[in-house]
Nanobody, 114 residues
């Protein structure tokens, strides 16, 4: 059974913006650091951003200043706002929950065309 349900992503020109959203069951969301990872073709999965239960945020250096992670504790969702997108941001983006267990979404494709 899918625990994390992602939405968003798509195709955009370089310099454009996209957003991703991830919904989780309250039993998972309330106990987890929520994050986004991405995996480009031929590369390892890498951390993009995380947001702890207490609201502490971390970002990969490559996305600082361009991406914003936020969590809505009332809706049990975490989102990733992506601006000034670059072709190198092209990847499958995965939602992640890490707390009393580790859970992954199915992945959402983000393609940035130059």
């Amino acid at each position: 059974q899918e625990q994390l349900v992602e939405s968003g992503g798509g195709l955009v020109l370089a310099g454009g913006s996209l957003s991703l959203s991830c919904a989780a069951p309250e039993s998972i969301f309330s106990r987890s650091t929520m994050g986004w990872y991405r995996q480009a073709p031929g590369k390892q999965r890498e951390l993009v951003a995380t947001n702890t239960v207490h609201g502490r945020k971390t970002y990969a250096d490559s996305v600082k200043g361009r991406f914003t992670i936020s969590r809505d504790n009332a809706k049990n969702t975490v989102s990733l706002q992506m601006t000034n997108l670059k072709p190198e941001d092209t990847a499958v983006y995965y939602c992640n929950a890490k707390g009393y267990g580790i859970f992954w979404g199915r992945g959402s494709q983000v393609t940035v065309s130059s």
